[in-house]
């Protein structure tokens, strides 16, 4: 959800936040499956089932859910590869600073998903809640702000064989740039098979 729409959502929000509720589009594709699953073939249903094809093709296959970003270890980044994962654990990190600003961090209820090159696969992921530009460490100026109780490990680490399965990702490690932009869709894929949260790292 790009700023404009934030910034539109907010205003209503705003207003009264008793009577205004803001839902995912994940909730009510899944609401509205489960109804139609659920019910007998009617006008009705099949009104439903064109709302679902709708949400599929106009949010959740164009609508981007954040970004996997290559973790770059080392002590420019000060991230160390048999360190981050504990410490993320135990609340040392509460932001993750970037080279660049990624616009698609900067959205309600986007997320940085951590790729570990060490461990061939996607270990984390956390909503980010805020993008700005703070300039901490020369190399990294933008930080990201985690959201509150949203960070969540992979384990196992979703793989690389796996990533490359997914529509639009064949080709992820074997370009330079440090990050990947994902769909809802592409999300959705990813992390199927991790339906609770995961465990956290010993």
Excluded at 68 to 82: A, C, H, N, P, W
Excluded at 162 to 188: A, D, M
């Amino acid at each position: 959800m790009e700023r404009p729409m934030r910034q539109y959502i907010n205003k209503f929000l705003s207003r009264d936040d008793d009577l205004v509720i803001r839902v995912a589009w994940r909730r009510v594709f899944d609401f509205l499956s489960n109804s139609v699953e659920s019910c007998d073939s009617c006008v009705f249903s099949n009104v439903k089932r064109q709302f679902l094809e709708r949400i599929r093709t106009m949010v959740f296959e164009q609508d981007f859910a954040g970004i996997i970003s290559k973790i770059q270890f080392g002590e420019l980044s000060e991230v160390y590869e048999d360190k981050y994962l504990n410490e993320m654990e135990a609340g040392d990190w509460t932001q993750w600073n970037t080279p660049r600003e990624y616009k698609k961090l900067d959205g309600t209820g986007r997320k940085l998903l951590l790729y570990d090159k060490t461990r061939h696969g996607i270990t984390m992921e956390v909503e980010i809640e805020e993008v700005k530009r703070m300039n901490e460490e020369i190399a990294y100026p933008w930080t990201n702000i985690f959201a509150p109780n949203t960070l969540r490990f992979f384990e196992p680490p979703v793989s690389l064989n796996h990533i490359r399965s997914v529509s639009g990702l064949h080709s992820f490690g074997k370009r330079q740039s440090p990050y990947q932009n994902i769909t809802h869709e592409q999300y959705r894929l990813l992390t199927a098979a991790y339906t609770t949260n995961c465990d956290s790292p010993s």
